[in-house]
């Protein structure tokens, strides 16, 4: 959680890290998927959101049962940011 404290800005500059954090908030115990996080943001939002890619519809969806997450409370905050991104395309931690 110290780590996403630094998070802050805009979904340009927000949108990749925290992807990749939920990804690993996921996959933390494949530690083969751990190493090969997948480089290309469409990647990652399939694996996570599926097919269609992400809206705030979905992110609200996964925060309501964020129990997929093996990190759950991480994953949460991550989703928190994620969605305000998408609907005032701005986040910080607080």
Same mark, same amino acid.
């Given at each position: 959680?110290?780590? =996403? $404290? /630094? ?7 927000? !949108? #990749?890290? =925290? $992807? /990749? ?7 933390? !115990? #494949? ?31 996964k925060l309501k049962n964020p129990d997929e997450f093996f990190l759950t409370h991480t994953a949460r905050k ?17």
């Amino acid at each position: 959680m110290k780590v =996403l $404290l /630094k998070f802050h800005g805009n979904r340009a500059k927000l !949108e #990749e890290p =925290l $992807l /990749k954090v939920l990804y690993w908030c996921k996959y933390f !115990e #494949e530690e083969e998927k751990i190493k090969n996080i997948p480089e290309k943001r469409e990647d990652i939002v399939k694996e996570i959101f599926g097919e269609g890619g992400i809206s705030s519809e979905k992110i609200l969806n996964k925060l309501k049962n964020p129990d997929e997450f093996f990190l759950t409370h991480t994953a949460r905050k991550v989703l928190e940011m994620l969605y305000k991104l998408y609907t005032d395309g701005y986040a910080s931690y607080l």
